[in-house]
Nanobody, 117 residues
Framework: QVQLVESGGGLVQAGGSLRLSCQVS????????TGWFRQAPGKQRELVAV???????NYADSVKGRFTISRDNAKNTVYLQMNSPRPEDTAVYYC???????????WGKGTLVTVSS
């Protein structure tokens, strides 16, 4: 089993910055992808950023140039640096970790980010 715990959410002003963290624990040897999704009220969950196997990184078009995903393997922690957030970035942000070998994804409980205008 893999456990993910997000932190760092809260209220931020538009144009400010915020960093989300995700602590990954448990049986992680088969984890080869980690990322962040978000779900705004009344909307479907959507991809924000992901680090795939081999270290490839993909971002949603809406956050390119503003958000940065990174991973500290020594600390088993994934980060999402949010610069210049906009009110439309308001959502619950979920951390995810997955295994291509076992075709399984694990999810955190989410952390709420509210961007004020």
């Amino acid at each position: 089993q893999v456990q993910l715990v997000e932190s760092g959410g809260g209220l931020v002003q538009a144009g400010g910055s915020l960093r989300l963290s995700c602590q990954v624990s448990g049986i992680t040897f088969n984890i080869d992808r980690t990322g962040w999704f978000r779900q705004a009220p009344g909307k479907q969950r959507e991809l924000v950023a992901v680090i795939g196997s081999g270290g490839s990184i993909n971002y949603a078009d809406s956050v390119k140039g503003r958000f940065t995903i990174s991973r500290d393997n020594a600390k088993n922690t994934v980060y999402l640096q949010m610069n210049s957030p906009r009110p439309e970035d308001t959502a619950v942000y979920y951390c995810t970790a997955g295994s291509s070998l076992y075709n399984i994804d694990y999810w955190g409980k989410g952390t709420l980010v509210t961007v004020s205008s």
